[in-house]
């Protein structure tokens, strides 16, 4: 997950970026969560490694803030032992 902080970026331009982003190769953007007012974009890549990133970013003249690795989890994924977790915190 890469999380970047332009206050002063233009939303049109962080299009234009996903648009020729969504073309690379090498990693591959899946998705991009943004709030607009406070200026913070949270994108979603499976990439090899920070470094494909970081030349990625590089290349587009794209700055960031972090690059880290993430898991992704939901309900489904942890089957039963979401229940138990559901059960233990009393929200079912």
């Known amino acids: 997950m890469t999380v970047h902080k332009n206050l002063d970026m233009d939303l049109k331009v ?15 953007w899946v ?5 607009e007012k406070e200026g913070i974009r949270y994108c979603i890549w499976l990439a090899q490694d920070k470094d494909v990133l970081i030349k990625i970013f590089d290349g587009f003249n794209v700055s960031y803030e972090s690059i880290l690795p993430v898991e992704e989890t939901v309900p489904d994924l942890w089957g039963k032992g979401w229940e138990k977790h559901l059960l233990e915190q009393n929200l079912l």
Do not use: G, L, P
């Open 14 to 28: 962080v299009q234009s970026n996903w648009q020729k982003m969504a073309k690379v190769e090498s990693a591959t």
């Open 31 to 35: 998705r991009t969560y943004f709030n």
